[in-house]
């Protein structure tokens, strides 16, 4: 979930494919072959989209997928605020420069997302 709030806001950014005319978030260094479980996302907004078109966007399902995760594998819950909405653009770029690399120390990492308000405790829940 911090993979798609670090760039741009929990905007489901990180969703959006690479086209010939777009290269998106999906496939930056930090996101390649690191997030996974998109098929899922799909999954869930096909079924929504079914049965209450145009209403639930797949920002707030991101959010939800990963609070209702953590939730179930014994973390703490938290409230999600709902109604975001979907972007229509993505920052390769920005996911480059912004999402903490794989190789950065516990202080590193504390320091990211202390940067974009998060706490230890965020940072712990969040990553898994």
Request: glycine fraction near 10%; charge should be negative; hydrophobic fraction near 40%.
């Amino acid at each position: 979930h911090f993979h798609d709030c670090f760039v741009n806001g929990c905007d489901g950014s990180v969703l959006l494919d690479d086209t010939a005319s777009f290269t998106g978030e999906k496939s930056a260094g930090p996101n390649k072959n690191s997030l996974r479980g998109f098929e899922v996302i799909d999954a869930i907004k096909s079924q929504l989209e079914s049965q209450c078109p145009g209403i639930v966007s797949c920002a707030d399902i991101v959010a939800l997928a990963a609070q209702t995760s953590v939730f179930m594998l014994g973390g703490p819950g938290w409230a999600v605020p709902l109604g975001r909405r979907d972007s229509t653009t993505a920052s390769r770029d920005a996911a480059n420069s912004q999402i903490p690399p794989p190789v950065f120390t516990v202080s590193e990492l504390t320091s990211a997302f202390q940067a974009k308000g998060l706490s230890l405790k965020d940072m712990v829940v969040l990553s898994g």
